[in-house]
């Protein structure tokens, strides 16, 4: 079991960055591969990136290669994701997920969501 828990969202122009954090509870966050969602009004809520449990492999969205940037550190249970040169399509809330260390789309926990707003 694993609880999250987002922050860093936050009121931002375009063009401009954010970092938002994800800190997980209990001593085998090593052992879970990461992941962030995002969920835009209206729509499905999709995939954005993902990491590995160690941190050496990561995969994007295209809506967000190269712009995003995906990281972790084991030592303090968080993984961050940087997020530069952003669009108001890049408006949603953000959802940090957990999962076990093989998975492809980590998604077994969930965290509350933080708030990304991104103005013209």
Known sequence: QVQ???SGG???QAG?????SCAASGRTFSR???G????????ERE???????SGSSTYYADSVKGRFTLSRDNAKNTVYLQMNSLKPEDTAIYYCAAGG?????PKDY???????TVSS
């Open 110 to 116: 969930w965290g509350q969501g933080t708030q990304v």
């Open 16 to 20: 401009g960055s954010l970092r938002l």
């Open 101 to 105: 260390p093989t998975s492809v789309v």
């Open 32 to 34: 879970y591969a990461m």
């Open 47 to 53: 995939f954005v990136a993902r990491i590995s449990w």
């Open 36 to 43: 962030w969602f995002r969920q835009a009004p209206g729509k």
């Open 10 to 12: 936050g009121l931002v």
């Open 4 to 6: 999250l828990v987002e």
